[in-house]
């Protein structure tokens, strides 16, 4: 079992730019949920997808936008990127309708210069 | 407004000794509470965690202790290892309807353990 995964692991983007992130759950988990972690912080919620739809949503500006395939992988999408969108995005998985625990991925590493 | 607060930012023990980490939370909604540890270039690894209805869930080495009326949860490690050696996150989620569980984490406590 592969676990989670994400890719690319490292990025470097240039103010303005548009970035895609991507990530496989865990064989099994249905739900994905991205987190953007700032350094020094703990990983903050950005929304999470089930069934192909955004199901919950942080407090993210449009600018973050995700979507889910049929296979249940998701794609992360941040446009006009920013120096403070700079972080550790991380990808976790579980399967719907419970209370278990997320699995998460190594996370991909975005540095907006 | 942090509705998840780990105020020790940093634990040093030694080997052999108890480890206890501490998390408050101020949403009355939370009813799941779970600790995650994360290593340098790793994703958070989901350690132990605890319903409401209970106030203590045990995994061999490791004990969570949830004060309901309080708002507050520790996490217990004896024998602490130097393995251990991590940051360790308390996240909380609430009920939201059945459907899956949006995770809200505190800032972290990065915990070394000397041999």
């Known amino acids: 079992d592969a676990g989670v995964t994400q890719s690319p692991t490292h990025l470097i983007k240039t103010r303005g730019q548009q970035v895609t992130l991507r990530c496989s759950p865990k064989?099994?988990?249905?739900?994905v949920s991205w987190y953007q972690q700032a350094l020094g912080q703990g990983p903050q919620f950005i929304f999470q997808?089930?069934?192909?739809?955004?199901?919950q949503r942080g407090n993210f500006p449009d600018r973050f936008s995700g979507h889910q395939f049929p296979n249940y992988s998701s794609e992360l999408n941040v446009n006009a990127l920013l120096l403070g969108d700079s972080a550790l995005y991380l990808c976790?998985?579980?399967?719907?309708?419970?209370?278990?625990?997320?699995?998460f991925g190594q996370g991909t590493r975005l540095t907006v210069v | 407004d942090q509705q998840v607060k780990q105020n020790s930012p940093s634990l040093s023990v030694q080997e052999g000794r108890i480890s206890i980490l501490n998390c408050d939370y101020t949403?009355?909604?939370?009813?799941?509470f779970l600790w995650y540890k994360k290593y340098p270039a790793e994703g958070p690894t989901f350690l132990i965690s605890?319903?409401?209805?209970?106030d203590k869930n045990e995994d061999g080495r490791f004990t969570v202790f949830l004060n309901k009326s309080a708002k507050h949860l520790s996490l217990h490690i004896v024998p602490s290892q130097p393995g251990d050696s991590a940051v360790y996150f308390c996240?909380?989620?609430?009920?939201?309807?059945?459907?899956?569980?949006?995770?809200?984490f505190g800032k972290g406590t990065l915990l070394t353990v000397n041999p």
């Open positions: 976790a998985s579980s399967p719907i309708g419970t209370a278990s625990e997320a699995f």
């Open positions: 064989s099994g988990h249905d739900t």
């Open positions: 997808y089930y069934e192909e739809e955004e199901r």
């Open positions: 949403n009355s909604m939370f009813d799941y």
């Open positions: 605890i319903s409401s209805i209970k």
């Open positions: 996240a909380a989620s609430e009920n939201s309807g059945g459907s899956n569980y949006k995770l809200t």
